[in-house]
């Protein structure tokens, strides 16, 4: 088991590549949802606005 995971002197870069990897995997979908709300709300208040000075 052992050697599994030392992979013949490769382990710490095959599996720091691939814990980099997952960290990417989770982070990437979290800062989409961040930035899809921050969109989402600043078209709602361009809405707001635009409607206020029509009226």
Do not use: N
Request: with cysteine; aromatic share 10%.
């Amino acid at each position: 088991m052992a050697e599994f995971f030392h992979m013949g002197g490769y382990g710490l870069y095959v599996w720091g590549s691939f814990g980099i990897t997952a960290l990417c995997m989770i982070a990437e979908p979290l800062l989409l949802r961040g930035r899809s709300q921050s969109i989402r709300k600043r078209i709602a208040r361009m809405a707001r606005v635009e409607q206020e000075v029509q009226q």
